[in-house]
């Protein structure tokens, strides 16, 4: 015998998701309480990368968010309730604002700062 069933175990409404696909994992520098705090990117000098090497680092969850500029930078979120593709995001995240999704490579590889073309369609075909 066998048996298939579906289990919902929380749900909420009027939330904001991200795709699971735009969340990563970042060892990151963090200050002494624990809080990451995003780098100057406009500091590109051999003692800003020497103190970035030196720092205490911690391995935080967060997502890619795509500046006015079009540049990708981390930001640690604090998540809730996942669904079969989507994700709650609880704090650090505003509706309206665009993240990077893709493979879990392209996540894995792409650094903070860099510069990123935007394709939609993917999301455009799914809408029709």
């Not at 991200?18 to 705090?37: E, F, G, N, S």
């Not at 795509?66 to 640690?76: H, V, W, Y």
């Not at 490579?105 to 792409?110: E, S, V």
């Amino acid at each position: 015998m066998s048996c298939t069933g579906e289990m919902t175990t929380g749900s909420r409404e009027n939330v904001l998701v991200i795709p699971i696909q735009a969340l990563t994992v970042r060892d990151v520098a963090v200050d002494p309480d624990d809080k990451y705090h995003e780098p100057d990117l406009s500091k590109n000098s051999i003692a800003a990368v020497e103190a970035g090497k030196n720092a205490r680092k911690k391995e935080l969850e967060g997502v890619f968010v795509i500046n006015q500029n079009k540049i990708a930078r981390f930001r640690t979120v604090k998540t809730g309730i996942a669904g079969e593709s989507d994700i709650e995001v609880l704090e650090n995240l505003k509706a309206g604002e665009e993240v990077v999704s893709g493979s879990f490579q392209t996540l894995r590889t792409i650094k903070d700062g860099a510069l990123v073309k935007i394709d939609n369609s993917a999301k455009s075909a799914s809408k029709s």
